[in-house]
């Protein structure tokens, strides 16, 4: 494959923009807008319990009000915390939304803030059902949360900034309030386990930036990689770090199409195109950078795609996928199935799911190979880091040097999975374009 194509789906992701697509909509006035009730659902987020969706958005909400009783005073010199006063409000495609700014309403599958009547809205007929049956009311809090976090910035007054710095400041509100949930303080989400902290974190992945969308677009949010980045300085570093996200410290990693080529097809190669050019480009990354981390060279790894039942033998896979792909350290190569896999993740995502797959794949070789395990949770964390490194070089290599070449502006910085001697580099920040990024808020 020639020239530098934008790989779509750089994270397993993409269903809609709605996350926190807080398009501003209207209506006359509302008579449904109703508190939080008070308490939780227990273990609410208990894969075998079942809920009313709506029941779970409002106690979740009531529940993000609680964690901002206690956090806001310490982002607001000691400010007492005032809860939403417009109310919550749920609509339909025939129960509008109250009116916001004068603006004539529309029904869209979305949730918002709205910062002229202090209220939160969201769409209870498509959207909130949707991500609460895909993903769990974790999911559906995390989108409160994150809507909460615009009423955040709105009583903070720090709403000069542009839009993808609001929206990635949203989301590293909710993961603030997401790491008060894992810490256990609340009544309404308990007992999360890490297979549903996963599902929500993939149903966030779904919800970033359709693929070409510009950090200049005023409708920008922030890809993926920008999204789960705001997410885990949440998590890990809590709102006093998020109060701080201005222009010029928030990395935006966004990738403009650069032809209309590129805009037609999505940024998409054909599937069959796409599964021989990413494997040849991970076996290449591997030849140069194995021998590096091992002193050892790549031996060429064997891909093989196989119909969905018909999956080589193989005695002891190391599987990803449910099973559906696996590194065989018995044969040495990689398998995965085609039909229901492979080409679904295309289909429903974009080619470099597919390259998310086999990074995957090759990082598992990669860690048999030198002899470290890939099934428990170090093996695990560190195939992610290999499919990531491999994935960063995409993002990072020099223009015309093949596929996923970005803007070069950018520089590198290598992942932290390489032991202490291999290749290190700078640290990737935001397209120097001469002005801010800019995108729109939810």
Known sequence: MSGRRPLRGLLAGVLVAALSGCVVVSSGPSDRSRPAPPGGLGRMNDSSATADPGDVVTRALRDVERFWQGAYPGISDGAAFTP??????????????????????????????CPDGDFIAWDAETLIPQLYGDFGPLLV????????????????RATDQPTVVLEQQADCFAGAWTADVLAGRSAAFTGVTPAQLDNTVAGMLLLRDEPGTAAQNPQAHGNAFDRIRALQDGVEKGVTLCAGYRADNVPVTEVPFTSRQEAATGGDLPYAEAVNALS???????????????????????????????????????????GSAFYCPDGDFVAFDNEQLGQQLYQRIGDNAVGMLLGDLFARAVQDRRGAETQDRAGQLAVDCFAGSWTNDLLTREPASGIGSPPATWTRRWPPCWPSGAPAAGRRRAPSSGSPPTGAGS
């Open 84 to 113: 939403i006063r417009g109310g919550y409000h749920p609509y339909t495609r025939s129960e509008p939304p109250p009116a916001c700014g004068g603006q004539q309403a529309q029904y869209q599958p979305n949730a918002f803030y």
């Open 280 to 322: 040849e480009d991970a076996q290449a990354y591997w030849q140069r950078v194995y021998p590096q981390l091992t002193g050892r060279p790549w031996e060429q790894l064997r891909v093989q795609a196989f119909s969905s039942g018909a999956a080589p033998a193989c005695p002891t896979p190391a599987a990803s996928a449910g």
């Open 141 to 156: 809090g995390f989108v409160m949360a994150h809507e909460y976090g615009h009423a955040i910035q709105a009583r903070l």
